[in-house]
């Protein structure tokens, strides 16, 4: 067990996007949303953090890394998910924005962010990272889901 700098460089780039929430915080929140239920809550948050803390401590390098088809598949999903950031900072920072389909894809900023991270177990060939990534998934759609059914009533 050691630090990895794959590790360091596969969440950072997932993550970065996030600061621009903080620098353009949402408009237009609906009153009353909550997430679906704490359990969820807590299975996101529990999935995220084991996630962020195998691939951290991983002795992921470089070297042992090939590029092939999952390392193109993790760029095409945080191209789309940048893509989509783009989207609600240039659109008005509408808080709708972060649930909005693309094309017949629902809740697509809480999907390709999870593919990225499927990918990327494939791609390191972990297996506690795809479970991690499974656990995430099951909360993050959950909550998501939840948001933007409560942005179509």
């Given at each position: 067990m050691g630090f990895?700098?794959?590790?360091?460089?596969?969440?950072?780039?997932?993550?970065?996007?996030?600061?621009?929430f903080v620098i353009f915080p949402?408009?237009?929140?609906?009153?009353?949303l909550q997430d679906v239920n704490l359990l969820f809550t807590i299975i996101e948050r529990?999935?995220?953090?084991?996630?962020?803390?195998?691939?951290l401590t991983s002795n992921v390098s470089?070297?042992?890394?090939?590029?092939?088809?999952?390392?193109?598949?993790?760029?095409?999903?945080?191209?789309?998910?940048?893509?989509?950031?783009?989207?609600y900072v240039l659109k008005g920072q509408d808080f709708s924005l972060l649930f909005t389909?693309?094309?017949?894809?629902?809740?697509p900023m809480a999907i390709f962010p999870v593919c990225y991270f499927l990918f990327a177990s494939f791609w390191i060939n972990s297996i506690y990272l795809t479970i991690t990534t499974l656990i995430f998934a099951i909360g993050h759609f959950a909550?998501?889901?939840?948001?933007?059914?409560?942005m179509m009533n």
């Open positions: 990895s700098y794959v590790g360091l460089i596969i969440v950072a780039v997932v993550l970065l996007p996030n600061l621009l949402p408009k237009n929140i609906p009153n009353r529990m999935g995220i953090i084991a996630f962020i803390v195998i691939l470089f070297i042992n890394l090939n590029f092939n088809l999952f390392l193109l598949l993790m760029i095409l999903c945080i191209v789309i998910y940048y893509v989509l950031w783009l989207r389909p693309l094309l017949f894809i629902p809740i909550n998501s889901w939840n948001s933007y059914l409560h």
